[in-house]
């Protein structure tokens, strides 16, 4: 026996269980730049990687917060590795505060400056992805209605990866220790570690 809801029509539980089934998530944790200087931090749960070549990555926002407006404005953002010894400090960076707070003082985080664009990155990050916009797309629902939903692409032009996790030439993703959001209030972290051959060679 299963439980089946219509989303539109409610789901009929104490909490919505959506993002607790589409789980574990890794966490964009974008910094951007304005014109005017402004910087700001803030986690998406909504973020990927979309294509391998040329690399390229994407968050979705509810609503156009600064994150977005910035990177339309700018037309780059730097997403950051949000490691599990940063994930009281990244929580930090997801509060409701003025345009024009920085959040990397408010989470004590230290900046460090990129290559190609002009956002900084979180200098304490395993790894980070500088970016140039390709594209901000708002989202519509199947009927057409359009939706204060945002979703920002962007081109990795550069990459920095912090030696530590460096091991014969790979980044060891399990001992930079990423945060995974899950549903609810919950976060996860990485359990072991298998590979797996494909079928095809």
Same mark, same amino acid.
């Given at each position: ?8 029509e ?25 014109s !005017?200087?402004?910087?700001?931090l803030?986690p998406y ?10 690399p390229? &990555? ?15 404005e ?8 949000a ?17 024009g707070?920085?959040?990397? !003082? ?7 400056p ?21 594209q ?11 939706l ?21 030439g ?5 001992k930079?220790?990423? &945060? ?10 990485l359990g ?5 051959d494909?079928p095809?060679?």
């Amino acid at each position: 026996m299963t439980h089946f809801y219509r989303p539109e029509e409610g789901h009929g539980l104490p909490h919505d269980p959506f993002k607790a089934i589409v789980a574990p998530r890794p966490v964009g944790w974008i910094s951007t730049r304005g014109s !005017d200087g402004t910087v700001n931090l803030a986690p998406y749960s909504f973020f990927n990687a979309v294509a391998g070549r040329p690399p390229i &990555v994407m968050f979705s926002s509810d609503g156009e917060k600064d994150s977005v407006s910035l990177a339309r404005e700018s037309g780059e953002f730097v997403c950051n590795f949000a490691s599990a010894d940063l994930a009281d400090r990244m929580n930090r960076t997801s509060a409701s505060v003025p345009r024009g707070t920085s959040e990397f !003082d408010l989470a004590g985080l230290a900046t460090a400056p990129c290559r190609i664009v002009a956002a900084p990155r979180v200098a304490a990050a395993p790894a980070a992805l500088e970016c140039v916009v390709t594209q901000i797309m708002q989202q519509h629902d199947r009927n057409g209605t359009t939706l204060d939903v945002w979703t920002v692409f962007g081109e990795v032009v550069g990459v920095h990866i912090a030696a530590a996790f460096l091991e014969d030439g790979r980044f060891d993703t399990a001992k930079a220790d990423p &945060v995974m959001r899950m549903g609810y209030r919950d976060f996860g972290r990485l359990g072991p570690v298998f590979a797996l051959d494909r079928p095809d060679g």
